[in-house]
């Protein structure tokens, strides 16, 4: 399964890097993609990076304050999260797709990991 870590109170303005990583799978051929929820709404897509590293993409709340990377040799993906407000505040989930094209809807993705928590408050 996946594992996410990093998570934590930070104050509004401050920064936090989340890792995605998994034990007995490679991630070399999934896009992987990083969701949120908070309770009572529908789990959002945040950001997503392809197998190779070369494409990525992200919804307009967190363009310019989020980067989404990869370190192959560690089988891990990153959320580096910069000038984090109150309303970045949610569970993050990681996930992978064997759809180069599965974008940011929750359905094309099949693995998952349980969650970490950020909250932004001050």
């Known amino acids: 399964h996946l594992v996410e870590s990093g998570g934590g109170l930070v104050q509004p303005g401050g920064s936090l890097t989340l890792s995605c990583t998994a034990s007995?799978?490679?991630?070399?051929?999934?896009?992987i993609a990083w969701f949120r929820q908070v309770p009572g709404k529908e789990r959002e897509g945040v950001s997503s990076?392809?197998?190779?590293?070369?494409?990525?993409s992200y919804i307009d709340s967190v363009k310019g304050r989020f980067t989404i990377s990869r370190d192959t040799p560690k089988n891990t993906v990153f959320l580096r999260m910069n000038s984090l407000k109150p309303e970045d505040t949610a569970v993050y989930y990681c996930?992978?797709?064997?759809?180069?094209?599965?974008?940011?809807?929750?359905?094309?993705?099949?693995?998952w990991g349980q969650g970490t928590q950020v909250t932004v408050s001050s």
């Open positions: 996930a992978a797709s064997p759809w180069a094209k599965g974008g940011l809807d929750p359905a094309n993705y099949g693995w």
């Open positions: 007995e799978r490679t991630l070399d051929f999934y896009l």
């Open positions: 990076i392809s197998s190779s590293g070369d494409t990525t």
